[in-house]
């Protein structure tokens, strides 16, 4: 029997089952809805965007995901973690990514400019009448929350003054691989009365009174840049620093969440023991934050020998950029490695989704789970199926896929 750890996983039959799959028919028509063109960019830029089945995940492990995340907010509020700027704001569109086995839920890491938030909204709405097991984690009126979500943010800075201009700015957002989900954002956005632009960080010229984009001034910056310091981009910085537009999520949320040396800091049980954290959030971290630690050439040997138990991150990395597993590693990427910059946290296998290809046999891809976060509280929680060391969106028939609860 399946079990996660001592109780029957009821997820792993469904996620076994490859003929439990999506309403097509209600995706395309969601898609196409109001904007062919939106619909045609999706399918030539992001084919693999969308894998074609639902993921299961079984109440405990969701509780799990939960549970976990409430700690850390907890945690991260405690005198002495953070030394970072204050910001009032919260910061937008946190991901919780996790891998879910038989001992349970693990966090792998945090992200505060998670991708794909979006566009998993619109396929969970897409996919709210299927006959399928489980419940959905998020009702049908999530862009009206998402818009909500930022009037908060600026409500946290100015106050009961309305949000009426927002940039979404990244490099060269046109080329970004989910440069469609910034036109979905926009549009959403501006249904809700906010209106949306979407431009490079090189377009805006700040000013005395604030930060313009073509001559319209900004009231807020949604940053999906993954410069987390800003240091390449001192206008967008300084008119941060100085108060002249509100940014979510800010170098401060990045340095207090998402830098993954904080991991290190999550799993060491001791370390938060002396920052006066509970029993009750060590306990839950110890079991849901894998051993995490930072890479030191001194310790070469025992890292190469133990190398297969473990998997190498950069610090400041992104979209699993210079990720490797530790069984894959070769001498000369290891080498690298040892120069610094790198986290090695224990290797906690993803789940596996069974999938049928057209004209192939069933074949078993990876997931892991993202938990989108406003606020310590989960918005909505989607998978993403890959092939590979990490996710990665070229793998046919993987992609984002609607969660299901059961259990």
Known sequence: MNEISGFPDVAAPLNADPALVLDQPAL??????????????????????????????????????????EAVERIVQLPGWDETLPDATRGVFYGYDFHLNASGAHLIEINTNAGGGVLNALLLASQHFLALPGAQTAGNDLPEAFAEMFRAEWRAVRGDTALKTLAIVDEQAEQQYLYPEFLLAQRWLEAAGIRTLIADPSQLQARNNGLYFENQRIDLVYNRLTDFSLQQYENLRHAWRHGRIVLTPSPAHYARYADKRQLVRLSDAEHLRQLGAVAADIAILQTGVPETRQVVQSDAEPWWSARKQWFFKPVSGYGSKGSYSGAKLTKRVFEEILQGGYIAQRLAPPGERIIQRADEAPVALKYDVRCYVYAGRIQLAAARLYQGQTTNFRTPGGGFAPVRVVG
């Open 28 to 69: 395309q028509q969601a898609l196409h809805a109001g904007d062919e063109n939106w619909a045609a960019r999706v399918a030539t830029q992001c084919p693999h965007l969308f894998s074609g089945v639902p993921l299961f995940v079984s109440r405990t492990h969701y509780e799990q995901m939960r549970a976990v995340i």
